[in-house]
């Protein structure tokens, strides 16, 4: 298996909804990656979890929340989003963090749009 | 804050034609990637190099990284409509408090027409 699963692929949610997005992987990567897109942008680093621990918060705000209950699965809960925050939401993975040849398995992402 | 200049930020050009994306920084990264990312989904790795004065070759694309380990360049060969994509650089950071954390470009629009 060498893929990065996100689900859902696509997600509408109201400003006063709480949702969840969840990402999977089976590779036997220990760092995982949260991103954010706008369109024709690239990728905004968000959170990185090292070892299952949080060991980078891009100042972040606090509507979106991290957890990584395992090695390969990690979530983003969502909660009074603002319409701003519809974008592309990429997960990535890789073996570790410190190794520079290490490249980026992403997801296909979660297209969310808040109305 | 270690930042990436990516050019050009759009290129429309015929199919046979030759392109050349250039990304460029002030600051040493430890690894630079390259990844090709198609409408509605993520963003592919095409190429890690690691080597100051480093040259890779995929095919018709042929990744070159800058001896001071500041810039990189992506020449395609011969462009085919299949290589339309939003192109992407990205820098890797290694060590202090950014460990892991990987720098993007503003990216590439490629368009190749038939």
């Known amino acids: 298996d060498t893929e990065v699963t996100q689900t859902p692929k696509h997600l509408v949610m109201g400003m006063t909804n709480k949702k969840s997005l969840k990402c999977e992987q089976h590779m036997g990567h220990r760092a995982m990656y949260w991103y954010k897109q706008k369109a024709k942008k690239p990728p905004e680093l968000m959170f990185v979890y090292s070892y299952e621990k949080l060991s980078i918060n891009e100042s972040v705000p606090s509507r979106f929340s991290p957890e990584c209950p395992n090695s390969s699965l990690l979530n983003l809960h969502l909660h009074a989003l603002q319409p701003e925050d519809s974008a592309l939401y990429l997960c990535?993975?890789?073996?570790?963090?410190?190794?520079?040849?290490?490249?980026?398995?992403f997801g296909s992402g979660t297209r969310l749009t808040v109305v | 804050t270690q930042l990436l200049e990516q050019s050009p930020q759009f290129l429309s050009i015929q199919e046979g034609e030759n392109l050349t994306v250039y990304c460029n920084s002030s600051s040493v990264f430890s690894s630079l990637q390259w990844y090709r990312q198609e409408p509605g989904e993520g963003p592919v790795l095409l190429v890690t190099?690691?080597?100051?004065?480093e040259v890779k070759k995929l095919k018709r694309l042929t990744f070159q990284f800058g001896d001071a380990r500041k810039d990189s360049s992506l020449h395609i060969t011969a462009a085919q409509p299949g290589d339309t994509g939003l192109y992407l650089c990205a820098g890797r950071n290694a060590g202090g408090t950014s460990y892991g954390k990987l720098t993007f470009g503003q990216g590439t629009i490629l368009t190749v027409h038939p």
């Open positions: 990535a993975s890789t073996p570790g963090a410190g190794d520079n040849s290490w490249g980026y398995t």
């Open positions: 190099v690691v080597t100051g004065g």
